[in-house]
């Protein structure tokens, strides 16, 4: 294989700290996410605003039982902040009635938040077969060079992060890449991957 | 069939607009079905021969028949928008070129089960066509075709999108219940089925957006117009995703039945490159078991025809794949996506995907050994039928069918250490 996914490298010798263990960053039970096996630490992260408590408290709303707003407040968080931190988990744990151990277990199933700092920009390149058929590698190693980066790095003046995830639903139109809530499709050939970023500021 | 009904606003300048919908004869379905009763609506449905378009083709009629009559709870539709299995893309179609069809589909069929909250459970990445269909129930509210009493009829009924955080699990219906619920997305064992005990334990049917998106036009035209499109027991039009090496990957309708190769040939224009032959496609999504070229010939795209074959319609996420692959390589991609994503609830599962995605990986690096292929099936034999859902079943039918059609690869793998075909 010439990608690796975050935090699932090939070591041949195991590591003694398990979370270097191939494949181990990659289960359920681990925290998963751009920063790789960094992303077990969640960031402290800082208040929510006056703005996102009063929209949480909208979506509260909305359900006849308000654990259901949990996923809805967490994107809420993770829009504000650009990923969802330690003092907003307990904020809305408060604000949900459930214990902050149970929104960070919530946090850590799903793999679209992000409990540290990400790039401005978050590159995700689908590489699930139909993309993969269509030159979904070679997009990634385009990236990894122009970049400068590996798989779940960050570039150093913060601008990017590039992961690979699994399929977007966007096979007709391989390759593709989902940059922050946008996908960008039919990216053949491949400068039109650079048009994208040159156009980003 | 030449007509176009799921698709006949795709493409349509201002399709996702309630004011092109309108003037395209939308929303009269709606309005028909607000004055009837509800137990009309349903048989109606039921009589069509609707079946799941989300991937196990249970009949739809059928399905809403298991919401008790006589609960006192609330009742819940809960559309499955979480579409996520690799090769389907037909759900994000529909809602970003007609929310307003989903939307009427969604309504008609609340009334016909009388829930009167719709969940529309949305997958994260689908930014867009979460959006689409927000503006589109807004839009529709605005003009009484959702709230509490739709165009003065008496019948209620408020729709609430919600949107996943990325987890293939939460298609299946009852992981997506307690994702809607707030929790992680583990699978419930049944019974109680849905029906029973489904949302906050009261009466919940799950469709997903295509299997709803034909109800307008059974409703509209009658269960009997229905019952001519498509093959018996198969009936309807169909959405199949053609994506992998084709000239013209993407949507298209067709009637349930159609030839497979018809799709590929005429609607997908075929091989993408004149010098590669076709070498096996997956008809229905990555759970679906492969086909050779061989095994495609005579292949009529429905669920009992797939089924004989001992594969699966599912989600008709239809990938083909040419001669310049590797079935190693390929089989790799797809066990890393269902070790990726599996909960980690069961154990077969937890362990077995992950083991079997070990093996494939050793052996598509060259490491592989004699006796990787057996233990590969032996621990797939282990992982079908063992399990709360049936995602470890979803991951072991490739692999097994993989292994199974093109052992010689995985053989010159394990004998060679290395691949023997071209880098493509």
């Known amino acids: 294989m010439s990608e690796t996914r975050a935090g699932t490298g090939g070591l041949k010798v195991l590591p003694s700290d398990p979370r270097q263990i191939p494949g181990f960053a990659a289960g359920s039970v681990a925290v998963r996410g751009p920063a790789g096996p960094e992303g077990i630490t969640p960031d402290p992260g800082g208040p929510l605003s006056p703005e996102s408590l009063r929209e949480i408290d909208r979506l509260i709303a909305l359900y006849p039982d308000r654990r259901s707003a949990l996923l809805p407040a967490l994107w809420v968080a993770q829009k504000e902040q650009g990923f969802v931190g330690v003092k907003p988990m307990e904020e809305i744990a408060a604000r949900i009635g459930v214990s902050p151990a149970f929104v960070a277990g919530v946090v850590s199933f799903y793999t679209m938040y992000q409990t540290r700092p990400a790039g401005k920009y978050l590159v995700q390149v689908c590489t699930t077969l139909s993309c993969y058929l269509r030159g979904a590698d070679k997009l990634v190693g385009h990236l990894k060079r122009r970049l400068g980066v590996d798989v779940g790095g960050t570039t150093a003046d913060g601008k990017f992060t590039l992961t690979t995830v699994e399929c977007l639903g966007s096979c007709g139109t391989a390759p593709m890449l989902q940059l922050n809530d946008d996908f960008h499709e039919k990216l053949d050939p491949i400068g039109k991957v650079d048009a994208l970023l040159d156009s980003l500021k | ?281 997956i008809p229905g999504g990555a759970s679906a078991a492969v086909l050779t070229s061989a095994e495609c010939a005579d292949v009529p795209m429905d669920f009992d025809s797939l089924a004989a074959r001992k594969t699966m319609l599912g989600s008709a996420g239809v990938m083909v794949l040419d001669d310049s692959v590797c079935m190693v390589r390929a089989l790799e991609r797809l066990l890393r996506f269902f070790a990726h994503e599996s909960c980690g609830q069961c154990t077969p599962c937890r362990v077995g995907v992950d083991w079997i995605h070990r093996i494939v990986k050793r052996i598509e690096a060259g490491d592989g050994q004699t006796g990787d292929c057996e233990t590969l099936l032996d621990v797939c034999d282990n992982m079908v039928g063992k399990t709360i859902c049936v995602f470890s079943d979803a991951a072991a039918m490739p692999a097994t069918s993989f292994v199974n059609k093109f052992r010689g690869e995985f053989d010159d793998h394990i004998k060679q250490g290395r691949c023997t075909l071209p880098e493509a």
């Open chain 2, 1 to 281: 069939m030449t007509e176009k009904l799921l698709t006949r606003n795709v493409g349509v300048a201002g399709s996702a607009t309630l004011a092109v919908y309108e003037q395209r004869g939308g929303y009269q379905s709606l309005k028909k079905a607000v004055t009837l009763p509800p137990e009309s609506v349903a048989d109606e449905v039921k009589k069509s021969g609707l079946r799941g378009r989300g991937g196990a083709g249970f009949p739809t009629g059928m399905k809403w028949s298991f919401m008790p009559k006589d609960s006192p709870k609330p009742r819940y539709l809960i559309v499955n928008a979480d579409e996520s299995e690799p090769g389907t893309f037909k759900d994000r179609l529909l809602m970003e070129e007609d929310p307003h069809l989903c939307l009427e589909g969604f309504i008609i069929s609340a009334h016909a089960i009388r829930a009167k909250t719709v969940f529309v459970y949305v997958r994260g990445e689908f930014v867009k066509p979460y959006r689409m269909m927000q503006a589109a129930i807004d839009e529709a509210r605005a003009k009484g075709y959702v709230g509490r009493n739709i165009l003065g009829s008496g019948v209620g009924c408020e729709v609430v999108m919600h949107r996943g955080a990325g987890a293939y699990i939460c298609g299946e219906e009852t992981a997506l219940m307690e994702s809607l619920e707030g929790k992680r997305g583990y699978p419930r064992l049944k019974p109680p089925f849905p029906a029973v005990a489904g949302l906050y334990g009261c009466p919940t049917t799950i469709n997903n957006v295509e299997t709803l998106a034909n109800v307008p036009f059974i409703l509209e035209r009658g269960a009997d117009w229905y019952l001519t499109i498509g093959r018996e027991k198969n009936t309807g039009p169909k959405l199949y995703c053609l994506s992998g090496h084709l000239k013209k990957p993407g949507v298209y309708e067709a009637p349930l039945g159609t030839q497979l190769m018809t799709l590929v040939n005429e609607m997908g224009g075929g091989l993408w490159r004149g010098d590669r032959k076709l070498k096996a496609i």
